[in-house]
């Protein structure tokens, strides 16, 4: 909650500031839309969670928007006789650019920059028995003490994508928007045992467990995908 709060305020302060940004807009009532901001407040919901966006039509094939999404949720997974108690959550910040073929137009290509999308945490435990198997080894749980996980994406990447939606105030105030696109970028996997410190061969097997995980993940999961629908309010 106090995250989305923080969220709150803060697509809150960027709107104050983006709104009176008018003089960007081209002169004259027929290419700004008679005189209309060409701004929008959008709710969105989608791969990235639940978000707010402030968006801004610059000229009649340019606009820009910034936005932040939240969301947060648990799960129960087993995997090589191991349960893990996994926890995804997706909480990231974005500065687009959106390029409108057609003069104040809706369909749109997308490029820009996105903070970390998704972030995995896990603790694991065995699941039928008093032992974990690690990289094909066995091993008690007294000598593994807690094993822990993470799979987390770089702080930022470039994102490209297309989509449908304009701020552009022309004819309804409401608007329903799409987008679909990609952050570029792999995640980064990690695997820890508290009792690794103490047992080499553990350690040994644990980054050897850590590699081949990672290996997959660069294998079958180069972009985090961005499916996103949206409404907003144009003024």
Known sequence: MRTLRRLAAGS??????????????QGGPSQSGGGHADAMVALRFGTLGFGLEVNKLLIGHVGVRVGGNYF??????DQSNITYNA???????????????????????????MTDPAKVTATGKPAASDSFDINGTRYPSSAVG??????????VLPYVGIGFGTPARDGS???????????IGKATISLNATGAGSNPALASDLKAQ?????????KYAKVYPVISFGIGYAF
């Open 210 to 218: 850590q590699t081949k995980t990672q290996n997959d993940v660069q």
């Open 72 to 77: 947060k949720f648990s799960t129960t997974k």
């Open 173 to 183: 105030a409401l608007k329903f928007l799409f987008d679909l696109g990609a952050a």
């Open 87 to 113: 926890s995804l959550k997706l909480q990231a910040f974005s500065a687009l650019i959106d390029l409108y073929p057609g003069n104040r137009g809706g369909f749109h290509f997308t490029g820009g920059l």
């Open 12 to 25: 809150a302060v960027l709107l104050t500031l983006f709104v009176p940004a008018l003089g960007f807009a």
């Open 146 to 155: 807690t094993l822990t996980g993470e799979a987390k994406f770089p702080g």
